[in-house]
């Protein structure tokens, strides 16, 4: 079985920064992409940053120049680095990634999500 496990959410102020992790593990033989969704109440799930195993980024128009996202491939773990938080950043933001297992066919997978809560 593979597992996303999520940390690093919490409640800060506009401006402040908060750092996420992701680590995946179980029957994992490799990890193509890695990424950082976000979910806020009465929206849509929308894509805020995602790494490839090259290391090409990809970001979502409104997190641009403020996070950062990156990865540790021999951890299996990926990271958002958040800064100039704004309340619009509050949601809950989900880890996701395309893990290749041992034996079967490769699936994206979802953590459980973690909750970040920007103040005004």
């Known amino acids: 079985q593979v597992q996303l496990v999520e940390s690093g959410g919490g409640l800060v102020q506009a401006g402040g920064s908060l750092r996420l992790s992701c680590a995946a593990s179980g029957s994992i033989f490799s990890i193509d992409a890695m990424g950082w969704y976000r979910q806020s109440p009465g929206k849509e799930r929308e894509l805020v940053a995602a790494?490839?195993?090259?290391?090409?980024?990809n970001y979502g128009d409104s997190v641009k120049g403020r996070f950062t996202i990156s990865r540790d491939n021999a951890k299996n773990t990926v990271f958002l680095q958040m800064n100039s938080l704004k309340p619009e950043d509050t949601a809950v933001y989900y880890c996701?990634?395309?893990?290749?297992?041992?034996?079967?066919?490769?699936?994206?997978?979802w953590g459980q999500g973690t909750q970040v809560t920007v103040s005004s």
């Open positions: 996701n990634a395309h893990i290749i297992p041992f034996s079967g066919t490769s699936y994206y997978y």
């Open positions: 790494i490839i195993v090259g290391g090409s980024t």
